[in-house]
Each structure stands twice: as structure tokens, then as C-alpha cells.
């Protein structure tokens, strides 16, 4: 054989072996940001629970001093179970919405009772789902930026034909259904 052909197939081989290295880096990347995506959303349930966790003393402690407002505090119960059973982003998004719009009303209700308000234990309840708000919206924020980052991966080539695997489609983001209601999160007052 002659020094061309030689020359020639070590192109072609060095060609296949750095696309192959291309489509495994890639590949790589893909189960990278997918994972990155599923453990976003993990942390979004888990402040999703902590959250839900906190929604029953809440509503006893108002409920102890305005125990009339049976309906809201009916919608708070049902706010949370939708929260709780909410497995797709699709899901916590609505549920988020209407769990904003219950803790609104229960805080409204808190507002005409001046000795819960000057309770600790109530200021102290009040910062914990404060906290867990912000949490909340940390993690929505981190979530939406892992799917954003994974869906345009997943979207452009070579990545494009590793995205028709399972596991590699689209992912939802996660997003309120009422924007006005995640805006305007429920009012806490110190």
C-alpha cells in the first residue's frame, strides 16, 4: 500500500474516532442536564411538602380564633391536597395557584384578630412559610433554568438525535397558572 492510502484511512479513522468522542460528550451532557433537571424538581417537591407541613398549624391557629370561616379554611385543606398530589409540573402549577390564593385568604382572615398577630408562636409560623416561599421560588427559578438549558440541548444537533431516546424529551417548566398569584405571594407582616 502506498504512503496516500495510509495517510488517507488514518483521516478517516481519526475523523470516526473524534465524532464518536463528539456524540459521547454529548450524550454525556444530555444525562447530565437531565439529571440536573430531575434533582431541581426533587428540591421543588421538598419545599413543596415543608410547605404543606406548616399549612395545618396555620390554619388551626387562626381557625382557633376565627373558626366562622369554615370556607376558607375548606380551601386551604383543599389547596394543600392538590399540592400534595401534584406530580407533574403541569400539576404543582396549578395547584401553587390556588395554594397562593388559600394562604391570601387565611392570612386575611389572621389580619382582624390583633392578639394572633402578637402571638410568637403565630410571628414565629409566620417567618417559617415565609421562608418556605422564598425557598420555593429559588428552587422554581433553579428548575426552570436546568429544563430551559436541557430543552434547547435536547432541541438543537447532534443532541436532536439522542432526544428521540425515553427520558430525553421536553421537560415542563414550572410555572404559576395565575401569575398574579405567585407576584403577589401571601402577605406576612411582622
Avoid: C
Avoid at 488514518?10 to 470516526?16: F, K, R, Y
Avoid at 400534595?84 to 390556588?98: F, K
Avoid at 384578630?113 to 420555593?136: K, N, V
Amino acid at each position: 500500500m502506498q504512503t496516500g492510502a495510509w495517510i488517507a484511512i488514518g483521516v478517516i479513522v481519526l475523523l470516526i474516532v473524534l465524532l464518536a468522542l463528539y456524540l459521547w460528550v454529548t450524550y454525556n451532557s444530555l444525562v447530565t442536564l437531565r439529571a440536573r433537571v430531575d434533582e431541581a424538581w426533587r428540591d421543588i417537591v421538598a419545599q413543596l411538602q415543608r410547605r404543606a407541613e406548616l399549612v395545618p398549624t396555620l390554619t388551626g391557629a387562626v381557625q382557633g380564633y376565627a373558626d366562622h370561616e369554615k370556607t376558607v379554611f375548606e380551601a386551604v385543606d383543599r389547596a394543600r391536597a392538590e399540592s400534595l398530589a401534584a406530580a407533574t409540573p403541569a400539576d404543582a402549577s396549578a395547584a401553587e395557584s390556588h395554594m397562593q390564593q388559600a394562604l391570601r385568604s387565611v392570612f386575611a382572615v389572621a389580619e382582624a384578630f390583633p392578639q394572633l398577630q402578637a402571638s410568637p408562636d403565630f410571628l414565629q409560623l409566620q417567618g417559617d412559610i415565609a421562608d418556605t416561599e422564598d425557598r420555593i421560588q429559588g428552587s422554581r427559578r433553579f428548575y426552570n433554568g436546568g429544563v430551559r438549558e436541557f430543552n434547547t440541548k435536547v432541541q438543537v444537533l447532534p443532541s436532536k438525535l439522542f432526544a428521540r431516546r425515553p427520558g430525553f424529551g421536553p421537560r415542563e417548566f414550572f410555572e404559576a397558572g395565575d401569575a398574579t398569584a405567585v407576584a403577589q405571594p401571601p402577605r406576612v407582616q411582622f
